[in-house]
Structure formats: C-alpha cells, structure tokens
C-alpha cells in the first residue's frame, strides 16, 4: 500500500460521476483524435498511392540544351542580349548500364529502370491514335512501377515483337490480346506487334496514350540506337524523394525531378489538410486539458478538508502534489484507452458506411499502433499537465484553513 | 519524568498590512510532562484553538518559543514541521474528520502511510491490535458512513495514536457526541493514556471532563488565567 498511488486511486474511485465525467470527456477528445488521423492519413495515403501507381519516384533526363554567349563580356562591360530558350529535340542518354549501375549505388535507391520514350502513332483498320511509345526492361520497370495490379485482359509479358496497351487504346482500336497492331513512329519507321496484355493504369491520358514494348525494339522505332530517354528510380523513403533527385542528379549529371516536384500542388493540398487536422488536434487537446483541469480544480475545493487532515497528520506537500498528479495520469490514460478504441471503432465503421458503388471501401483507413502509443502517451502527459494548478493549489493549502472549510 | 511540551512567552498576532493588528494571544507560558493528561478551558474567543494550532505546528508564534519533544519548533521549517506532526503528535477533532473514501482500518493507517509513504506488516497488526483494543475489530473494513458517532470517534481516537506519538492534541473530541457515548470516550482517552503513555491536552467546554483530568489548564482572553498544577 503506497501512500500516492492509494490516496489518488481511492479519491478518483470514490467521486465517481465526476471521475467518469473527466474519463468521458478525454476519452470522447481522443476518440476524435484517433479518428481524424486515421481519415486523414488513409486520405493522404490513398491519393498519394494512387498518384504514384503509374509513376516513378524520381525521373532522371538529359538536361536541357542552352544556348550559350559565345563572347563574356568583362565585369565593367554592359552587354545587350537576348537569349532564347533553344528548340528541343528529344535528347538520349548513353552508356545506359554504367548510369544505372551508377544510380543504384546511390543509397536509398530502391530500383532504378531504363526507359526510351517517344512519340508515334497506332494503326488499325483505318483507325490512327496518337500514342506514347515507352520501351522498357519488364522486369527492372516492374521493379519502379507495379503492373501486376493493373493487368485487364492477356498476360504481362514484353517478349520481342509484343506490346502492353492502355485500356482505352484497345478500346478505341478494338484489340484485343493476341491481335495484332502496327506501330509507327515519328521518323516514319514502322513495326508490327501482337498485343500481350491490356493494362488499366487508371488515368484516362494514359490508357489511352501509352504502348509499353520491350526495350530493344523501342530504341529500333523510335530511332535511338543502344541510348533512352530517361532513367525512372523507385526511392527507399517516399518523402525523401526530393534529396535523392539532388544527389541523383550530382551524381549522373542529368537532370532530375522528384514526385514532389511533378505533382506541387497536390502536395500543397495534401499539406493544407495536414495543417488542419493538426489544428483540430491541438484544440481537441486543450479543450481535454481545459476540462481535466476544471474538474480536478472541483475535485480539490470539494476535498479540501480532507487534503487538510492528511496535511495535518504530516502529509508532506509534494506528496499532495503527486497525488493529484497522479490523478491527472491516471485520467488522461484511461480516457485515451478507452478514446482510441473508440475513435479506431468509429474509423472502422466510417470505411463500412462509405464505400465505392461496388461495395469497396472508398479508401483504406490507416490505423498504426505508433498513432494508439501516441495518443495515449500524448493524453496521459496533458492530464499530468492539466492537473498541475489543481494539485499546486491542493498541496499549498493551509491545514487549518482546509480543516475550518 | 521529561517535558513533551514547553511554551515560553508565546504570542500570536493576526492582521497587519492594511488590517489593524490583533494579539490573540499574550505571552504563555505552559509546559506538559510525558504521559500528562491536561483539559484546556476557557470561553470561546479565549484563543484556546489558536493555542491548540500552535501547539499542533500547524501555526507559528508571533513571538516566544514553543519546545516539542526537545525540538525549537518555532523555528523550524515547514518540512521540519511536517515531519514533526507525522512523528510526536496525533490529532483528534470535534468532528472525527475521517476520509470517507477508506475503511476504518485504512483510515487508522493514514498517519504511517502520510508519514513514511508506505505501510509494513508491522503497521497492520498495531492498527488491528488497537482496532480490538477498543471493540472496532468487526468494524475494521466498514467505511465511516457505516459507523455511528461514537465509532467513528474511537477511530478517530485510534488514528491519533497509530504513530505513537508523544503528545495528541484533542479539540472537543466529545463535543458533538450524545452524554453516554461521551462519557465512554473520554474513558478511552483515559485509558489509551495509562495504558500507552502518551500525553492529552484536551479541548473542552465540559466542566465536568475537565475536572477529570489530571490537570486543569484555564485561558482567557489570551492569557493563562489557571493552571491546577500550578495551584498544587
């Protein structure tokens, strides 16, 4: 029997309407809590993912061609130019393995794949479709982007002489696996391929635009030899995608754009909801602490010659103090026990209400046992915290005062 | 036999700053041997309670010395004073003031458990002893509400002399009792006296328990006007 932890659980347990009033009131703030970041986060997650299904982490490219001075004017010279930006022509990159073995050692590297891109058309009985030719290795491009997932019809296999369509494409050229399609690029060379596989990327442009074939016979259509276009990477850590494409481009010597940098203003919006959430959070909390603290300052007032006697008797301050300490402690962990049980049972129930016309949910709910520790550590801090003023004001009382009432 | 109490010219002032400055108490004098057993008399306003809260280390004099136990408890510090009340003395209110929340044995216990923060097996069978002592034992578990007055005052009785102190102050521990169930208190306070050997300075209005008691302490207007042991 200890003095602190008996006295606070005794007090707590014996004023009970109060103590379940301040355990529901932490436990309805955590529970809001729990539930708005597991919304937000599997919102964020699920846009996030989707965005990132059908592209790379980072993308590496030839940098851009510039026109230069062809004279450098000394300091104290002033000079009248006008320099345009020059016409672009789709730039290559050589020595692919050494640039790719080069980017793999980069760490934090997950995957990197080689990529020839160009333009061209489709033919088929009469109909022509611009597309997107993107001639890859299979399996190193499934190791940077999964394919897997948005197979529709046929089989994912890019052997010589066979092509993966978008969705749409097929649709629009009524192909079907097994059939064949012609394909011809810009500089006029022609190729003729037998549809493998039909894949919905779930973007419209790209259902509709994009042919992968293999490597060797892109870099044949599109006219470039044994060089690509771009080099695509899948880095370790999403969010340290940015720091890579530096290091990446200091490294190769090519241009290089992070996902972040492709898709600003989705992260703009993805960082405006984060912020909300987060003010949502913070006033959930001091709305909590507020009303610990004003229960607990109740709870003092109302215990007051009680906290007198024990005064009396030789009950050192700080031993008042740690009981209402404790109390708050004891209020804040219980509440956030109970809180986000409640809040993960609310998120559960809020993906069984809202759901696609298909009957699958709209988005995955992200519940991480980091957000439960957190929370309850979080929750047991600001009740410890809360309870402050209540038990200085509990230990500094006067016994004789408290006593008299 | 040693003193367990001696207060020299002790005064107590309340008020100053933008309030006028009032004396409750001029110059007393008093000391208590061990094992004593003195009523303190006198009308109310006679400074008896302040007297009894000075002694009780839960004020300090405005001026005098106050020797408890052999300890200068005038000048100590809070946290001396503290210790002080947990170690020598016991206190017993006209109001038993026990806490509700906990059994009669637990409130029994309290003062080891404020004092040193825990309890001992030890601390248990003294509490149960005295619990039996004083026909409390098959009420041991029952919360205060479950006790009548008189029970409630001999655990409170019981809870003063858990830690053996040297001295218990009791403030009108009869008053608000009914004449028989008094009369039984104050005859366990007698005993618990004999028997234990701790010293009782008694708060009363009653004439007739004060007459009782070994020694007879009178204050009036804040002055000690009798002291039967003095007369002797």
Known sequence: MRFVWTVAWRLLRDGRFQTWLIVGGVTIGVAVVVYITAIIDGLQANIIERTLSSQAHVVLRPAERLNQRAWDARAEVRTLADVRKRTQREATIGDVDAVLAAVRAVPGVQAAAAVASGPGVAQQGGVRKAIVVLGVDLADFQQVIRLDDKRREGTLSLAAGEALIGSELASDLGLAPGARVRLQSASGEVLSVRVAGVLDYGVQDLNRRRVLLPLRDAQSLLGYGREVTEIDVRVQRLFEAQRLAADLSRVTGLSADSWQAANSQLLTALRSQSESGLMIRFFVTLAVALGIASVLVVSVVQRQREIGILRAMGTPRQRILAVFLLQGGIVGLGGSLLGTALGAALAVGFTRVARNADGSPLFPIVLQPELFVSSAALATLVGVLAAWLPARRAARLDPVEAIRG | ?232
């Open chain 2, 1 to 232: 036999m040693a003193d367990v109490l001696r207060l020299q010219g002790v005064r107590k002032r309340y008020g100053g700053g933008a309030s006028p400055i009032v004396e409750v108490l001029h110059g007393i004098d008093l000391t208590l041997a061990d094992g004593a057993f003195a009523a303190l008399v006198g009308p109310s306003g006679s400074g008896k309670s302040t007297l009894l809260n000075l002694i009780g280390l839960l004020e300090t004099p405005s001026e005098g010395e106050i020797w408890l136990a052999g300890q200068p408890a005038h000048a100590a510090t809070e946290a001396q004073r503290t210790l002080w009340r947990n170690q020598y003395l016991g206190f017993i209110f006209q109001f038993h003031h026990l806490l509700g929340a906990f059994s009669a044995e637990e409130n029994v216990l309290m003062p080891v458990l404020a004092g040193r923060g825990r309890i001992h097996a030890d601390d248990r069978r003294r509490a149960r002893l005295l619990l039996e002592r004083t026909g409390l034992a098959a009420h041991a578990h029952k919360r205060p509400v479950q006790l009548s007055g008189g029970q409630q005052q001999r655990v409170a009785i019981v809870r003063a002399l858990m830690n053996r102190p040297r001295l218990v102050l009791a403030d009108e521990p009869t008053g608000n009792l009914d004449s028989r169930t008094a009369q039984e208190v104050f005859a366990l306070l007698r005993e618990l006296n004999r028997d234990e050997g701790t010293a009782f300075l008694i708060v009363t209005h009653d004439a007739g328990l004060a007459a009782r008691c070994d020694r007879q302490v009178s204050l009036q207007d804040g002055r000690l006007v009798r002291d039967s042991a003095r007369v002797a």
